[in-house]
């Protein structure tokens, strides 16, 4: 079985600020990881996914994560937010079978304050 | 135009009415899934399918039935609606064929009110 915990449900952070998003995962196997983006009225999109190799992953409109097996965690990181990366980010974890089982955390709101 | 479209983008409907929720997409994919999503749930597995002959129930797929009529469309149905099945529905598809880590593409979603 496989799980993701996301830490924060919310997270203001002032424009221009840094930012963390925290998820950890829990999984008996292997796993891929991934982050994806909800914009406000809109499905969700990929931000980056981990596969193997180099711990920090680098995704769409300057989000970064890291992996890091011993604390089992995936962490999104912006250096310097902007107004438009307002919305909802989700962790989730899948297995390195033939299926893929894709599981997702509940969430984290990111809250740009101008 | 988008790659996965679902119809219809919002619904309200009446307890104990039966509701089709409908997904296309034009990516060419062989898999497809149904989700819902619930403020601090975030999304949970209604229904895959690999192909149009293989569906499969995913963790919450009691009260919901599906119908794969190609390999570009895949239908969610609640026979019998009722309020805890107020939430956002969404579409997606995945390329079996990807090696790796497989994204999912998703739909913009489908927001069902009953009432």
């Known amino acids: 079985a496989q799980s993701v915990t996301q830490l924060d449900s919310q997270v203001p952070v002032f424009e221009e600020a840094p930012v963390e998003l925290r998820c950890n995962y829990s999984?008996?196997?292997?796993?891929?990881l991934f982050w994806y983006v909800q914009y406000p009225n809109q499905g969700l999109q990929l931000l980056l996914k981990?596969?193997?190799?180099?711990?920090l992953v680098k995704g769409i409109n300057g989000f970064e994560a890291e992996f890091n097996k011993s604390q089992t965690s995936f962490h999104l990181r912006k250096p310097s937010v902007h107004i438009s990366d307002t919305a909802e980010y989700f962790c989730?974890?899948?297995?390195?079978?033939?299926?893929?089982?894709?599981?997702f955390g509940i969430g984290t709101k990111l809250q740009v304050i101008p | 135009d988008a790659d996965v479209t679902q119809t219809p983008r919002n619904r309200i409907t009446k307890t104990g009415k039966r509701i089709m929720l409908e997904c296309s997409q034009t990516?060419?994919?062989?898999?497809m899934y149904w989700y819902r999503q619930d403020p601090g749930l975030g999304l949970r597995l209604i229904y895959y399918?690999?192909?149009?002959?293989?569906?499969n129930k995913g963790e919450i797929s009691d009260g919901y039935s599906v119908s794969r009529q190609a390999q570009a469309k895949f239908s969610l149905s609640l026979e019998s609606a009722i309020p805890n099945q107020t939430a956002l529905y969404f579409c997606?598809?995945?390329?079996?064929?990807?090696?790796?880590?497989?994204?999912?593409?998703f739909g913009p979603g489908t927001r069902l009110t009953v009432l």
């Open positions: 990516k060419g994919h062989d898999r």
């Open positions: 399918s690999f192909d149009v002959k293989d569906i």
């Open positions: 989730a974890v899948s297995d390195r079978g033939g299926y893929q089982k894709v599981t």
């Open positions: 997606a598809t995945s390329d079996p064929g990807t090696t790796g880590p497989r994204e999912q593409f």
């Open positions: 999984s008996s196997v292997s796993v891929y």
């Open positions: 981990y596969l193997s190799g180099s711990t």
